[in-house]
C-alpha cells in the first residue's frame, strides 16, 4: 500500500449556495423528482448539524470512529485494517470523528462532506481536540480528486442514504481508489424500512413493505423538499456495489451489546434485541 499523502482536490464538486429549508409541513413516503431530494441532504445538513451534534455528539465522541448507533468502534472491529501510513479517504464525514480517530493511527486523511455546516462543526472539534483533519466541501457522487488517489475509502451512516443514486457514490469510490484499494461503509440496515421508526415495542411489528422503494420524504410550506432518505434492499446494495466494478468482500450487522442503553431515533435496546438496525459492507476494488 502507498505511503504517500492524499493529493490536494483539484476543485470543489458543486456549488454551495441553497437556500436554507424552512421548517417541515408533511412527511410520508413519496416519489419526489431525484435531483430535488438528492439535494436536500445539503440544505438539511446544515440547518441541524448543531442539534445533530448536541443530541448524539457525545456518543460519537470528537475523535472516535463509530460504525454505528450499536456502538461498534473501529479500534475493536479493525473493519479497516491497520491504516498507518495509508491513503484514506472519508465520504459524507459530518464532523469527521471518525477521521480524526485515523489521525491518530496514523494514517493520512481527507474527510470530505456536502454540509458546509457540519464541515464548519468539524473545524470546531479540530480546535478543541488539537487533532487536525483536512476536510473538503464535496458531493460524495463528485469526488474532486484524481484516480488512485487512495488506499482506503469509507462512510459511518454519510451520504448513501441521502441521495437516490448511490451507484454514483460507488463509482466515484471506485475511480479514487487504487486497485486493491478497499470500500466500507455503514447504513441503516435495510430490514428496517418495513417497520416504524420506533425504539419501543411498537417498532417491533413491520408495517410496511421492505420492497417499496419510495423515499421517506420531509417538505415544507411551499412543498419544497427538506429531507429526503433513500431506501435500498440488501440486493439493492449489493447490485449498486458490484455495477461500480467493485468486489464485495462481506456484510457485518452488528448485534447490540447489552451493555449499550443509547436510544438514537429509531435505535435503541428494545428494538436491538430482536433486529439489526445496522449494515456494513466491505468491498475492494479488484488488482
Ligand atoms: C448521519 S451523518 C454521518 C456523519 C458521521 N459519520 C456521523 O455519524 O455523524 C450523514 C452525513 O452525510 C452527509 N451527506 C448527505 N448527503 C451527502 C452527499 N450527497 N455527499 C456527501 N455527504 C453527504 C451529511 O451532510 C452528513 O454530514
Known amino acids: 500500500?502507498?505511503?504517500t499523502p492524499p493529493p490536494v482536490p483539484r476543485e470543489s464538486s458543486a456549488p454551495y449556495?441553497?437556500?436554507p429549508p424552512g421548517p417541515t409541513a408533511d412527511a410520508g413516503y413519496r416519489d419526489v423528482p431525484a435531483a430535488e431530494g438528492g439535494r436536500a441532504g445539503r440544505g438539511w445538513w446544515d440547518a441541524n448539524a448543531q442539534e445533530y451534534l448536541d443530541e448524539h455528539g457525545a456518543f460519537l465522541g470528537a475523535a472516535?470512529?463509530?460504525?454505528?448507533p450499536?456502538?461498534?468502534r473501529e479500534r475493536d472491529a479493525r473493519l479497516l485494517g491497520d491504516v498507518a501510513g495509508l491513503r484514506v479517504l472519508e465520504v459524507g464525514?459530518?464532523?469527521a470523528q471518525c477521521s480524526r480517530w485515523l489521525v491518530t493511527q496514523g494514517a493520512h486523511v481527507v474527510a470530505t462532506d456536502v454540509s458546509r455546516g457540519m464541515l464548519a462543526a468539524g473545524a470546531a472539534l479540530d480546535r478543541t481536540t488539537g487533532v487536525r483533519v483536512p476536510a473538503v466541501q464535496a458531493d460524495a457522487r463528485r469526488l474532486p480528486f484524481a484516480e488512485d488517489a487512495f488506499d482506503v475509502a469509507f462512510t459511518s451512516f454519510g451520504a448513501i442514504p441521502f441521495v437516490p443514486d448511490a451507484e454514483a457514490i460507488h463509482r466515484e469510490v471506485a475511480r479514487v481508489l487504487r486497485p486493491g484499494g478497499t470500500w466500507t461503509f455503514s447504513v441503516t440496515h435495510p430490514v428496517r424500512w418495513a417497520f416504524p421508526d420506533d425504539p419501543g415495542t411498537h417498532g417491533l411489528t413491520a408495517n410496511r413493505s421492505y420492497f417499496d422503494r419510495r423515499p421517506?420524504?420531509?417538505?415544507?410550506d411551499a412543498g419544497r423538499v427538506v429531507y429526503a432518505e433513500y431506501h435500498r434492499t440488501l440486493g439493492d446494495h449489493v447490485r449498486e456495489v458490484v455495477a461500480a466494478g467493485l468486489e464485495l468482500r462481506d456484510v457485518v450487522e452488528p448485534g447490540w451489546p447489552a451493555d449499550n442503553t443509547e436510544v438514537w431515533g429509531g435505535w435503541g435496546p428494545v428494538?436491538?434485541?430482536?433486529?439489526?438496525g445496522t449494515a456494513i459492507f466491505r468491498a475492494r476494488l479488484p488488482g
Open 216 to 220: 421517506y420524504v420531509e417538505t415544507d
Open 17 to 19: 449556495d441553497v437556500a
Open 271 to 276: 428494538r436491538g434485541a430482536y433486529l439489526p
Open 93 to 95: 464525514a459530518g464532523a
Open 64 to 68: 472516535d470512529f463509530c460504525w454505528c
Open 70 to 72: 450499536e456502538g461498534l
Open 1 to 3: 500500500m502507498s505511503a
